[in-house]
T-cell receptor
Framework: SQQGEEDPQALSIQEGENATMNCSYK?????LQWYRQNSGRGLVHLIL?????REKHSGRLRVTLDTSKKSSSLLITASRAADTASYFC????????????FGTGTRLTIIP | GAVVSQHPSRVICKSGTSVKIECRSL??????MFWYRQFPKQSLMLMAT?????????EQGVEKDKFLINHASLTLSTLTVTSAHPEDSSFYIC?????????????FGPGTRLTVL
């Protein structure tokens, strides 16, 4: 079942601007991960943030996690046309059954 | 690296036939692999968890006799869609978790587009 919800569902911005996507979830988690999916392709792992972390950076990506609000955000700075894709958050529940539960996804379009 | 391949990438079959999809971890061992299904413009829905050397664990609502999973080695899991029907048409994606990985980071295959006529 889907645990996470993401907003916005779709986002279009000009190249060079920053893009922010949000993810909310319902149960306690061990960690939260963000993935990117280009149209008709598999998923690419972007970043993992553990439940005891609040912020993490990787290149142009910045992820925050607020476990009190059960939410996370993904910020992509200085967006590029190649960033056009769908972005999903996925949670790993704290009862450790190895399953990831994916959010509904945000479709990001970067306008050149 | 952590590369996962899927074969075939695209398959078209007639209603009533069976289709086998392979998922391979190319440069690591994966005790656990996962099979997902994705409908257009929707998120991934977990179908089953495949464990090497044991029976797969299916999610609620997924028919185990229709979606046969075999995980015979640490680098290969197969999903067989038996007696396929048009409603089985979908994008099937597998992922693999590295054996002994500390965190549940999963590496995904490129997906298989199944069309049942």
């Amino acid at each position: 079942s889907q645990q996470g919800e993401e907003d916005p569902q779709a986002l279009s911005i000009q190249e060079g601007e920053n893009a922010t996507m949000n993810c909310s979830y319902k149960t306690s988690i061990n960690n939260l991960q963000w993935y990117r999916q280009n149209s008709g392709r598999g998923l690419v792992h972007l970043i993992l943030i553990r439940s005891n972390e609040r912020e993490k950076h990787s290149g142009r990506l910045r992820v925050t996690l607020d476990t009190s609000k059960k939410s996370s955000s993904l910020l992509i700075t200085a967006s590029r046309a190649a960033d056009t894709a769908s972005y999903f958050c996925a949670t790993d529940a704290s009862f450790g059954n190895e399953k990831l539960t994916f959010g509904t996804g945000t479709r990001l379009t970067i306008i050149p | 690296g952590a590369v996962v391949s899927q074969h075939p990438s695209r398959v078209i079959c007639k209603s009533g036939t069976s289709v086998k999809i392979e998922c391979r971890s190319l440069d690591f061992q994966a005790t656990t692999m996962f099979w997902y299904r994705q409908f257009p413009k929707q998120s991934l829905m977990l179908m089953a968890t495949s464990n090497e050397g044991s029976k797969a664990t299916y999610e609620q609502g997924v028919e185990k006799d229709k979606f046969l999973i075999n995980h015979a080695s640490l680098t290969l899991s197969t999903l067989t869609v038996t007696s396929a029907h048009p409603e089985d048409s979908s994008f099937y994606i597998c992922s693999a978790r590295k054996t002994g990985a500390r965190y549940n980071e999963q590496f995904f295959g490129p997906g298989t587009r199944l069309t049942v006529l």
